[in-house]
């Protein structure tokens, strides 16, 4: 005998977690299947949350570290200085923020199992059968991130354009330090950049390379050393991943299954920044499978399909950028008045998404 809910998420991260909340909000049964065995386990981001993300994840204050300005790099070590007095960013403890908002839906009934990966579902009539789950249910939403299950098991569209993001966490970070140092280096980083962030009581710095490239993380570290300050500490940990730079996946959504996230392809191709995006449609996604369960709404696919961003300017801005951002350039034109303009789009105004 099947336990029935309305809606099964795969994926306990950022997308899961926001639809999994709002649907409960609305009072809905939901079920979350979570691969890993614990909250905060394993990440693989960098964590950095944008102002907009940061109003939306509410992240424990003791877990984030505010950042104020952008140090953005050029192959031969310039430094551009940004700030904006209105803008900011969190670098957090994402680990502590992901146990914060899994605890706080969970708080709202959602049943979350952690340690229980997708393992299939099979379709009957309008519902979904998972049998090795136990579980029957009107939606199943993929927010099983980059490399989703979902979209393989039920052949929608996945993310074949992506970069391949390494980082490295060293012990403790300057109290004081409150700058997100970023690295144009097409020889370290090409097709994107490299990063250091003073976080949580550790500094991270990584770099993210276009996909077939291998991110070449100790060379890179070896390049930034005194610039970010790494002179003297210990590595205590390493992460990675996959970020996807191609867009809205096609198909994302097919019957009752819908792809969310990552594994919808939603992440700026521009900046590589998914958690904001994450966030905003995985709320929005639950609730309008709620306003169709509950007041006979549209089919919240084809409501998301007008709504998902297609990212058609910041996929040209990458495009341009991969091509012309030879480091003999940026050397050149760092100091730029035009460049400081352009450069201060991309951190500090280009975060905003769409009204809903
Ligand atoms: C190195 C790196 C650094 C990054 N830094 C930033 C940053 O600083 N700021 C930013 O905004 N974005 C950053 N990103 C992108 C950002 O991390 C993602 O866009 C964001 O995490 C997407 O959230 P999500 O919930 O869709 O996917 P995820 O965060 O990947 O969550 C997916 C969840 O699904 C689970 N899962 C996977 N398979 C299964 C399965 N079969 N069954 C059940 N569960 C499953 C996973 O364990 C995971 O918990 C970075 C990415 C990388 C790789």
């Given at each position: 005998m099947l336990q029935r809910?309305?809606v ?7 997308a899961?977690l926001?639809c999994?909340?709002?649907?409960a909000r609305?009072?809905l ?8 065995r614990?909250?905060g386990?394993?990440?693989h ?9 940061a109003?939306?994840a509410c992240?424990p ?5 505010r ?21 900011f ?11 914060e908002?899994?605890?706080?839906t969970?708080a709202?009934?959602?049943d ?8 299939g ?8 059968c998972?049998?090795r ?9 993929g927010a099983?991130g980059a490399r989703s299950?979902v ?6 569209g996945?993310?074949r354009h992506?970069l391949?993001g390494?980082?490295?966490?060293f ?6 330090a409150r700058?997100?140092?970023c690295?144009?280096?097409?020889r370290?980083a ?8 003073p976080?949580?009581?550790v500094t991270?710095?990584g770099?993210a390379v276009?996909n ?8 890179f570290l ?5 610039a970010?300050?790494l002179e003297g ?25 819908i792809?969310l ?15 904001h995006?994450?966030?905003h ?12 369960l509950?007041?006979g ?8 399909a007008?709504l998902y961003p297609r990212f ?5 801005q990458r495009f ?17 008045p035009?460049?400081?303009?352009a ?11 769409p009204?809903s």
């Amino acid at each position: 005998m099947l336990q029935r809910t309305d809606v099964v998420i795969a994926g306990a991260g950022f997308a899961g977690l926001a639809c999994a909340a709002a649907l409960a909000r609305r009072g809905l049964g939901v079920t979350v299947l979570e691969r890993k065995r614990e909250a905060g386990s394993g990440m693989h981001t960098t964590g950095i949350l944008v102002k907009e993300a940061a109003a939306l994840a509410c992240p424990p204050p003791a877990a984030t570290r505010r950042i104020t300005e952008v140090r953005l790099y050029s192959p031969d070590m310039q430094c551009l200085r940004l700030v904006s007095p209105d803008y900011f960013f969190l670098a957090t403890d994402t680990p502590a923020l992901m146990r914060e908002m899994s605890a706080r839906t969970a708080a709202l009934g959602v049943d979350i199992r952690y340690g229980e990966g997708f393992q299939g579902a099979g379709e009957e009539g309008a519902e979904l059968c998972l049998e090795r789950h136990g579980l029957r249910c009107k939606f199943l939403i993929g927010a099983d991130g980059a490399r989703s299950s979902v979209a393989e098991y039920f052949s929608l569209g996945r993310n074949r354009h992506y970069l391949v993001g390494a980082e490295a966490e060293f012990e403790g970070a300057d109290d004081a330090a409150r700058a997100f140092h970023c690295f144009i280096s097409r020889r370290h980083a090409p097709g994107y950049l490299g990063w250091a962030v003073p976080g949580v009581g550790v500094t991270q710095a990584g770099l993210a390379v276009n996909n077939p490239h291998r991110p070449a993380l100790r060379g890179f570290l070896d390049h930034i050393r005194d610039a970010a300050g790494l002179e003297g500490r210990r590595i205590t940990g390493h992460r990675g991943g996959r970020i996807p730079a191609g867009g809205l996946v096609r198909p994302f959504a097919r019957g009752n299954v819908i792809l969310l996230g990552d594994a919808a392809g939603i992440v700026s191709p521009l900046t590589g920044g998914g958690i904001h995006t994450a966030l905003h449609y995985g709320a929005l996604l639950g609730e309008k499978i709620a306003d169709h369960l509950l007041a006979g709404g549209a089919y919240p696919a084809a409501r998301m399909a007008r709504l998902y961003p297609r990212f058609h300017l910041k996929r040209a801005q990458r495009f341009i950028y991969e091509r012309l951002a030879r480091d003999g350039l940026v050397n050149a034109i760092l100091q730029n008045p035009a460049f400081r303009l352009a450069a201060e789009q991309v951190f500090f105004r280009l975060q905003r998404l769409p009204p809903s």
